[in-house]
């Protein structure tokens, strides 16, 4: 076992933790996304058993956090399943293993509420989550996520002559 990892913990995120949840996540995104985590983590008190999330302290810090969220009986599924919404790690702690302890603390959490899969997206041209979903064992699911603006009108119908 490496030094860095010897002083990694996780743990169940705090609402404390929103500020820096926040930092890590800018730094993937290059701007803040206060409002879907603050929403998050507000959700994750109300409805305790519907979310899980952790985050990884290296030295008493948070540098790195991942929110899932459990779905019972969504598109005609008896089983639950789970939704990696966000996954981040501190930029200067990548490459040291952060974002499996994540994927760990999550599948243990996961595993004892039953739940028998984990499923997430990504952008096509992502490569760095793309290959880290692949080391954790993802894998391309057998459906397509469709999508098509909500603010655009319908083209009108072709008549047919």
């Not at 997430?120 to 793309?130: N, P, T």
């Not at 692949?134 to 397509?144: E, I, N, T, V």
Request: overall charge neutral; proline content about 4%; hydrophobic content about 45%.
């Amino acid at each position: 076992m490496s030094d860095t990892a010897v002083n990694m913990a996780t743990r169940r995120l705090r609402p404390a933790d929103l500020e820096q949840v926040i930092a890590i996540d800018s730094g993937h995104f290059g701007a803040p996304r206060r409002a879907f985590f603050e929403k998050r983590l507000a959700n994750a008190r109300e409805h305790p058993e519907d979310y899980v999330q952790v985050g990884i302290d290296r030295n008493g810090i948070l540098i790195g956090f991942a929110f899932v969220r459990i779905l019972r009986g969504e598109f005609g599924r008896e089983a639950a399943i789970a939704t990696l919404d966000a996954i981040g790690v501190m930029t200067s702690n990548r490459e040291q293993g952060v974002g499996h302890a994540l994927m760990d603390g999550l599948t243990g959490a996961l595993r004892k509420a039953g739940v028998r899969s984990l499923q997430s997206q990504a952008g096509w041209s992502d490569h760095a989550l793309l290959r880290f979903f692949d080391a954790c064992g993802f894998s391309l699911a057998p459906r397509l996520v469709l999508e098509r603006s909500a603010v655009t009108p319908l083209p009108e119908p072709v008549d047919s002559e």
